[in-house]
């Protein structure tokens, strides 16, 4: 059973730091792209980032580009996203996704907050 559990969101105030995870299992974590994706209250689920299996390469949403950081540790099966410089327009539920080839997996995602 393929799993992808997201943790680290929460209530920050503008200009905070916040780190969310991803914990995959059920899958060969180390032959999937994984990205990060947010859907904010009314709008569409966005791309934010996405980094390549090896790690070798990423791409932002030009958004986030300068704020955000994606990463992996492939030996822990876990994606990161380190959001700094948060923003109110931030505030979204963050989903983390897995694509190999056909597979493809979606957590269940994890609010994000920014508000003083």
């Known amino acids: 059973q393929v799993q992808l559990v997201e943790s680290g969101g929460g209530l920050v105030q503008p200009g905070g730091s916040l780190r969310l995870s991803c914990a995959a299992s059920?899958?060969?974590?180390?032959?999937?792209?994984m990205s990060w994706y947010r859907q904010a209250l009314g709008k569409e689920r966005e791309l934010v980032a996405a980094?390549?299996?090896?790690?070798?390469?990423?791409n932002y949403a030009g958004s986030v580009k300068g704020r955000f950081t994606i990463s992996r540790d492939n030996a822990k099966d876990t994606v990161y996203l380190q959001m700094n410089s948060l923003k109110p327009e931030d505030t979204a539920v963050y989903y983390c996704y897995a694509k190999y080839g056909l597979s493809r997996h979606w957590g269940q995602g994890t609010q994000v907050t920014v508000s003083s």
């Open positions: 980094i390549t299996s090896a790690g070798g390469s990423t």
């Open positions: 059920g899958i060969t974590f180390s032959k999937y792209a």
